[in-house]
């Protein structure tokens, strides 16, 4: 499993760091860097961004500033050449201050930190997330829906993807389309529901799910658009 991230800050020199910092580590996947809060909060809209490694001291729109008009808060890792704005960055509930120039250990400390954070809350969503039971080799199997993908007709069954795992289900896609949350779940194509929080990017004929392209319908691109606009 990999954090998805964003660097946001506005000197290309320390940008070009921390992202391959980024890059180098095994648990975290790039989505974007960028020089001001507008670029970020625009990505963020339709991305799902696990971590932000933020500067304080930016043009127009603050650190602090940019993390007041989110509603939806991924972990913070700050990031700042002045000690000073410690004590304020944790009353933003912050994963970590990292000052610059930046040490490798440090830097995969704080790394490790938003991992074990990441999957604490992920423990604490699964004991009453959102789930459904599937019948597939004989078993009842409980999938929680926030782990699930995307699902594919497959002849006379539905193979269901997940973040952990695949199975064959005997259904119908109509089924699930009915179990399942229409704001989380798009139908894009009369082969595929996919998770909106897994699509990583998409244009007029695909939505990417990782190293996958799930095929678009022409009919349905615009019922992507508006579910990613509202999520």
């Known amino acids: 499993m990999k954090l998805n991230c964003v660097v946001v800050d506005d000197s290309s020199i320390q940008r070009m760091i921390i992202s391959?910092?980024?890059?180098?580590?095994?648990?975290?996947h790039l989505i974007g860097d960028f020089s001001n809060a507008i670029e970020a909060r625009s990505c963020m809209s339709i991305h799902n961004?696990?971590?932000?490694?933020?500067d304080i001291e930016m043009p127009v729109i603050s650190g602090f500033d940019f993390l007041d008009g989110l509603k939806i808060k991924p972990q913070i890792i700050f990031i700042t050449s002045k000690a000073e704005y410690a004590l304020k960055a944790f009353d933003y509930d912050a994963?970590?201050?990292?000052?610059k120039p930046i040490a490798l250990d440090r830097f995969n400390a704080s790394v490790t930190r938003a991992m074990d954070l990441h999957l604490l809350k992920q423990?604490?969503?699964e004991e009453d997330g959102e789930h459904i039971f599937i019948k597939s080799n004989l078993k009842k199997l409980k999938i929680f829906t926030s782990k699930i993908k995307w699902i594919e007709a497959f002849g006379d069954y539905v193979?269901?993807?997940?973040?952990?795992?695949?199975?064959l289900v005997l259904s119908t896609m109509k089924a699930f389309e009915n179990d399942l949350s229409k704001k989380k779940f798009v139908?894009?194509?009369k082969s595929y529901i996919i998770n909106i929080d897994k699509v990583e990017r998409f244009n007029s004929k695909f939505a990417e799910i990782g190293i996958t392209k799930i095929p678009l319908s022409r009919n349905k691109k615009e019922d992507l658009v508006k579910a990613l606009s509202y999520a």
């Open 95 to 99: 994963t970590d201050y990292l000052q």
């Open 187 to 189: 139908r894009v194509h």
């Open 49 to 54: 961004v696990d971590v932000i490694f933020l």
């Open 20 to 28: 391959k910092l980024v890059n180098n580590h095994t648990s975290l």
């Open 123 to 125: 423990d604490t969503k």
């Open 159 to 167: 193979r269901v993807v997940t973040e952990d795992d695949t199975n």
